[in-house]
């Protein structure tokens, strides 16, 4: 897989999903697993739909039990990027339909050993991020205050 892409080969979404090809392949055959074509013909399988067999094979599953967890958000996925330099990194993940981002220490890269198309679990436990759209009145005053405060300054 490489960095943005969205799709991998059927071979990478076995190892991913812990099966075989022949697996990827029958699930495909039985409507089980989305696979588009690549224009050589070649089956690719979204990441979307890896990150999804990952979720329902993970809610049986208790292979990797998690003792104990105050976070209530967490979202299974698939690591689709990562931006590193010498302190800090970014990590990109796609947990079905949603995209997380999470900015941290390029030491906590190295010790979790991510790479792009691991298997990852984001456990969201915010502070509070609220974003709110003013109403026109609200943005006009707004607006207003701001140029004031720039041709008084």
Do not use: Y
């Not at 979790?112 to 915010?126: F, H, N, Q, R, Y």
Request: glycine share 8%; charged share 30%.
């Amino acid at each position: 897989m490489t960095a943005g892409s969205d799709q991998v080969r059927i071979g990478r979404a076995a190892e991913m999903l812990g099966v075989t090809v022949d697996t990827v392949r029958r699930w495909a055959d039985d409507g089980r697993l989305t696979v588009v074509r690549s224009d050589g013909g070649q089956r690719l399988v979204p990441i979307a739909e890896v990150t999804r067999l990952i979720g329902q094979r993970r809610q049986g599953s208790s292979d990797r039990p998690i003792i104990a967890q105050s976070a209530r958000n967490r979202f299974a996925g698939i690591v689709t990027r990562i931006e590193k330099d010498r302190v800090v990194a970014v990590v990109e993940v796609l947990a079905g339909p949603h995209r997380l981002v999470s900015l941290m220490t390029a030491e906590a890269v190295d010790d979790l050993g991510l790479k792009v198309g691991d298997e990852a679990i984001c456990v969201v436990k915010s502070t509070n991020v609220v974003v709110e759209i003013p109403s026109p009145r609200e943005a006009r005053e707004t607006r207003e205050t701001r140029e004031t405060r720039e041709t008084r300054g």
